[in-house]
């Protein structure tokens, strides 16, 4: 497994910038908001087309709602469909 790739990292906390959708466990479907926060579960290589692609946890409110999208290199830049987000000061930051 990849651990960076192209400025973001398995584990980072991303923001979307695109509506999202995907499969629930119940065979629903929901789509989450531009906006909506995520994080990158795994960095692969697909090999082919699909290059290096990212699995991108996205959630609501609702974690039972949880969807996993892949964005690959086929589908372009991952910086067109997600952002680093910020980094929210911990208690340890106070000492």
Same mark, same amino acid.
């Given at each position: ?5 192209? +400025? #973001? ?5 991303? =923001?979307?910038?695109?509506? %999202?959708?995907?499969?629930?466990? /119940?065979? !629903? ?23 290096? +692609? #990212? ?5 609501? =409110?609702?974690?039972?709602? %949880?969807?996993?999208?892949?964005? /690959?290199? !086929? ?21």
């Amino acid at each position: 497994m990849i651990q960076e790739h192209k +400025g #973001f990292r398995t584990g980072q906390k991303v =923001h979307m910038k695109v509506d %999202t959708t995907g499969g629930l466990p /119940d065979g !629903g479907e929901v789509t989450f908001p531009a906006g909506s926060p995520g994080v990158i579960d795994a960095i692969r290589d697909f090999g082919g087309r699909q290059g290096i +692609g #990212f699995e991108v946890a996205i959630w609501s =409110h609702d974690p039972e709602q %949880t969807i996993v999208n892949v964005f /690959d290199d !086929g589908d372009g830049d991952p910086n067109e469909f997600f952002r680093a987000a910020p980094d929210l000061p911990t208690e340890d930051d106070d000492e």
